[in-house]
Nanobody, 120 residues
Framework: QVQLVQSGGGSVQPGGSLRLACAAPRMILSEFWQYVMEWHRQAPGQQRELVASITPDTNTNYADSVKGRFTISKDNARKRVFLQMNSLKPEDTAVYYC???????????WGQGTQVTVSS
């Protein structure tokens, strides 16, 4: 059973920064490094969208809407994934979820989500 525990989030003014974290406290290291790790977000009334991902070999990808502002990273030893969010905009307001994904059966595990609110 995979448990993902998120922290971070909150309210910030436009242009501010937040860092989200996602921990897998029960996962052994040999499992942790096998996953593609993702950050998703979902605003009210909108579909959940993939924001960023990082592969086991640390290749990263970003949605165009956050490219240059957000950075995904991971700490393999401590089994944590981070999303550093800079230059935040009101349209970044959403519930943010981390997810661990592994083939072959599209295995996906989700964190509980955390609210990010960007407003003046």
């Amino acid at each position: 059973q995979v448990q993902l525990v998120q922290s971070g989030g909150g309210s910030v003014q436009p242009g501010g920064s937040l860092r989200l974290a996602c921990a897998a406290p029960r996962m052994i290291l040999s499992e942790f490094w096998q996953y593609v790790m993702e950050w998703h977000r979902q605003a009210p009334g909108q579909q959940r969208e993939l924001v960023a991902s990082i592969t086991p070999d640390t290749n990263t990808n970003y949605a165009d809407s956050v490219k240059g502002r957000f950075t995904i990273s991971k700490d393999n030893a401590r089994k944590r994934v981070f999303l550093q969010m800079n230059s935040l905009k009101p349209e970044d307001t959403a519930v943010y979820y981390c997810a661990f994904v592994r083939p072959p059966g599209d295995e996906k595990h989700w964190g509980q989500g955390t609210q990010v609110t960007v407003s003046s």
